[in-house]
């Protein structure tokens, strides 16, 4: 088992910038993928960027590419989400997740999940 828990989330205005933590703990953080997504009420639940094992390696969807950046430091079991200039449609739950092995953007092949954090970018 892997235990994920965010952090980071809040209320900010559009423009501005927040910066999302991933604390995992249970098995060894290094063997993990890890992937962000995020769901907005009414809407399912959409890849926002994921990072390989060592980070060598980031892919980001359209909607983020430019503004958010994916990081990890396996010495801390981390994984962080720096969010700049925001977006009012930036609004959502921000979840982190752990897949064996491969980075991916399907949510269906991640096995590990957070409970989110809220963030809401206002206009």
């Known amino acids: 088992q892997v235990q994920l828990v965010e952090s980071g989330g809040g209320l900010v205005q559009a423009g501005g910038s927040l910066r999302l933590s991933c604390a995992a703990s249970?098995?060894?953080?290094?063997?993990?993928?890890m992937g962000w997504f995020r769901q907005a009420p009414g809407k399912e639940r959409e890849f926002v960027s994921t990072?390989?094992?060592?980070?060598?390696?980031?892919y980001y969807a359209n909607s983020v590419k430019g503004r958010f950046a994916i990081s990890r430091d396996n010495a801390k079991n981390t994984v962080y989400l720096q969010m700049n200039s925001l977006k009012p449609e930036d609004t959502a739950v921000y979840y982190c997740?752990?897949?064996?092995?491969?980075?991916?953007?399907?949510?269906?092949?991640?096995?590990?999940w957070g409970q989110g954090t809220q963030v809401t970018v206002s206009s």
């Open positions: 997740a752990a897949k064996r092995m491969t980075h991916s953007t399907i949510v269906s092949e991640y096995n590990y």
């Open positions: 249970g098995r060894t953080f290094s063997n993990y993928a």
């Open positions: 990072i390989s094992l060592t980070g060598a390696y980031t």
